[in-house]
């Protein structure tokens, strides 16, 4: 069984290779980091670590890469015979992959009738659906239709920290023990790929909303604040007591609306973010504030893990979320230079104003009482910074 899987970075080589590895795939990465795909090819193999006391080892073998820059026909005859396509290359990228993903399906409805699945597994709402819109608009009506019936792009939550690390060791990556893989099997065609570690489910916004909006917003709480506080990791963050308060503050609302939204217990879920705090506590793992922070541009648009809970807290309790309004403050404030996200948007800041660079991103109406609760926030933020 053959899986493509673009981008062999962080989640891609240790989260989503080694599941397929264990599934017994052949891994064909495609990536465009030829140093990573060069080694990939002459070692066909590599080290996953796990981040715990046990610091157990698994050696994924049986895999090869592509450089999409240099060899993009291999990368569409690999296509046309796979049994699995997979992704995890970041959400801004998808645009850029769904070319050679069309070309790949073009090539293999003229040869191949196996049913195929293309799943993004990337930090996003709807990211299968969003990459097959991709590939679509690059492809012709009547290929759309032959495609239909063939080629399946079920919706996935993924969820395990990787973080940016540098190993003698280039292709080794650590990696936390927990994962969880969950995929929209409504969206399947043909057989449901078995990989042991995947859930399949019914109904996935659950399941991602839960991830995104407390993993993920947890996290990004954690990253702008630390990064505002001038604190280097994840953990160094959690060791602060009251930097732990507002990561848990805003955890506390986010899952006041997953509760009323979804009917979740109430106890069960509080457990839920107990065991994410937990995570984020990871002694063995060192997590950089601004990979956890990257791309804030993206991190405040309307769908996504701090603008979209934000906006449903509002609707569905009715309240304020000072904490969330808070965090997207924290958020406006990032500058780190070297994330060009962060450069744009204090740029637009400093051109346009902070109201009207909400507007711009966010998405946020003049009507949301929001916009005046991010502006109250980010005055005391900035206060703060000039005392
Ligand atoms: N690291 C994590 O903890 C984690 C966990 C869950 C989900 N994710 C999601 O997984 C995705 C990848 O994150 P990551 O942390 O592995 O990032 P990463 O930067 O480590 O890996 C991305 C890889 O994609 C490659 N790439 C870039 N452009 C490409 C292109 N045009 N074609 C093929 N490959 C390309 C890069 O060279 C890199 O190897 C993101 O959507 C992220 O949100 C990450
Ligand atoms: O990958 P991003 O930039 O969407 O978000 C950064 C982190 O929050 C993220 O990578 C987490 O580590 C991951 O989602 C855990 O499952």
Redesign the pocket.
Same mark, same amino acid.
Do not use: Y
């Given at each position: 069984m053959l899986a493509v899987h673009? #981008? *062999? #970075?962080?989640? #891609?080589r240790?989260?989503i290779g080694s599941l397929l590895y264990q599934a017994g795939f052949q891994t064909c990465f495609?990536?465009? /980091?030829s140093e990573?795909v060069n080694l990939l090819n002459e070692k066909q193999e590599y080290r996953v670590i796990l981040a715990d006391t046990s610091q157990e080892e698994l050696l994924v073998k049986n895999v090869r890469a592509i450089n999409?820059q240099s060899e993009p026909n291999k990368v569409v005859d690999a296509i046309a015979q796979a049994d699995l396509v997979t992704t *995890?290359? #970041? +959400?801004n =990228?998808l645009p850029? =992959?769904s070319g050679l993903i069309a070309e790949g399906l073009r090539k293999r409805v003229q040869s191949n009738d196996k049913p195929l699945n293309i799943i993004a597994?990337? /930090?996003?709402i709807g990211?299968s659906t969003f990459l097959k819109e991709k590939v679509y608009e690059k492809v012709s009506e009547e290929e759309r239709k032959l495609f239909d019936p063939c080629f399946g792009f079920p919706d996935a939550a993924?969820? $395990? =920290?990787? +973080? /940016?690390q540098t190993n003698e060791d280039k292709l080794m990556v650590r990696v936390e023990p927990f994962y969880e893989w969950a995929v929209d099997q409504t969206k399947i065609i043909g057989e449901k790929p078995r990989v042991t570690g995947i859930t399949f489910v019914d109904d996935l916004k659950p399941y991602i909303e839960r991830k995104l909006y407390t993993v993920n917003t947890g996290h990004a709480v954690a990253a702008y604040l630390g990064y505002y506080a001038g604190i280097k990791t994840i953990n160094e963050v959690m060791e602060k007591h009251e930097m732990k308060t507002l990561v848990e503050k805003t955890l506390q609302e986010t899952g006041l609306l997953l509760v009323q939204k979804y009917n979740f217990d109430m106890d069960t879920h509080k457990e839920y973010i107990v065991k994410i705090l937990s995570r984020f506590s990871n002694p063995y793992i060192s997590d950089e504030v601004i $990979?956890v922070g990257r791309s804030p541009i993206r991190k405040l648009s309307p769908n996504d893990r701090l603008i979209s809970p934000a906006r449903q807290y509002v609707e569905v309790v009715k309240e304020q979320p000072i904490y969330l309004a808070k965090a997207i403050a924290a958020a406006f404030i990032y500058d780190y230079q070297g994330d060009e996200e962060a450069v744009e948007l204090q740029n637009k800041i400093k051109s346009q104003g902070l109201e009207a660079t909400i507007y711009e991103y966010t998405q946020l109406t003049k009507e949301s009482a929001l916009v005046d609760l991010i502006i109250h926030q980010f005055i005391l933020l900035r206060e703060f910074i000039l005392d």
């Open positions: 673009f #981008g *062999a #970075g962080n989640i #891609g240790g989260f495609v990536d465009v /980091n990573i999409s *995890a290359v #970041g +959400p =990228i850029f =992959i597994c990337e /930090n996003m990211g993924v969820d $395990r =920290i990787v +973080p /940016n $990979r």
